[in-house]
């Protein structure tokens, strides 16, 4: 089975301040998705990346992706309080199932 | 924008019922899954549905559980004699293609 692992799974940071959260799988994938969930929500997909290298950036957030190291990561700058929320990593394998990470529960404090 | 929907957003019952939730997903996608999210843990993979069969299923996907697509739109997940342990957010989600996939806002099923 296809194990998805985050690190780190809870992250407690000050506004402004700077972070990385780190995602590692362990079989080959070509896709990898970083997803939020506030509480009590679904999941709202932030990232798609397709390819070796790939790095998207949506406002405060970066998300890069090295698919020979089988790692993936996103990058908070400057953060804020409504970037409070919990980060998931996924794959999918061959038959487009998707595998979740562990989740990274990330609290911003003002 | 289109959106994947699901039915009802909160489901309670007794221990050993039948329950069905509900999901419509986006018009013209072609893959549909469930998962599951057990409070505070990851989200879970069940099993996965394409050309009106199921195409993948995790081990949580036992005999207690079922999907159908009974009419061309909605999409359904029936879990016989529920346990306590099922009590659990469940997600619907399709894609167009097999990836990106679109999440509903959840069913919140609690087995009393």
């Known amino acids: 089975e296809l194990k998805v692992e985050q690190n780190p799974l809870f992250l407690s940071m000050q506004e402004g301040k700077n972070y990385t959260i780190y995602c590692n799988y362990s079989?080959?994938?070509?896709?990898l998705y970083w997803y939020r969930q506030d509480p009590g929500k679904s999941l709202e997909s932030l990232f798609v990346?397709?390819?070796?290298?790939a790095v998207k950036q949506e406002g405060r957030l970066m998300a890069s992706l090295d698919t020979k190291a089988r790692l993936s990561t996103l990058h908070i700058t400057a953060a804020v309080h409504d970037l409070s929320a919990t980060y998931f990593c996924a794959v999918t394998n061959t038959g487009n199932q998707f595998y979740f990470g562990t989740g990274t529960s990330l609290t911003v404090i003002p | 924008e289109p959106e994947v929907t699901q039915t009802p957003s909160h489901q309670v019952t007794q221990m050993g019922q039948e329950v069905i939730l509900r999901c419509v997903p986006i018009s013209n996608h072609l893959y549909f899954y469930w998962y599951r999210q057990i409070l505070g843990q990851k989200v879970e993979f069940l099993v996965s549905f394409y050309n009106n069969e199921i195409s993948e299923k995790s081990e949580i996907f036992d005999d207690q559980f079922s999907v159908e697509r009974p009419d061309g739109s909605n999409f359904t997940l029936k879990i016989r004699s529920t346990k306590l342990e099922d009590s659990a957010m469940y997600f619907c989600?399709?894609?167009?293609?097999?990836?990106?996939?679109?999440f509903g806002q959840g069913t919140r099923l609690t087995v009393v």
């Open positions: 990346l397709l390819s070796n290298g």
């Open positions: 989600a399709s894609s167009s293609q097999g990836w990106q996939a679109f």
């Open positions: 079989t080959t994938s070509d896709r």
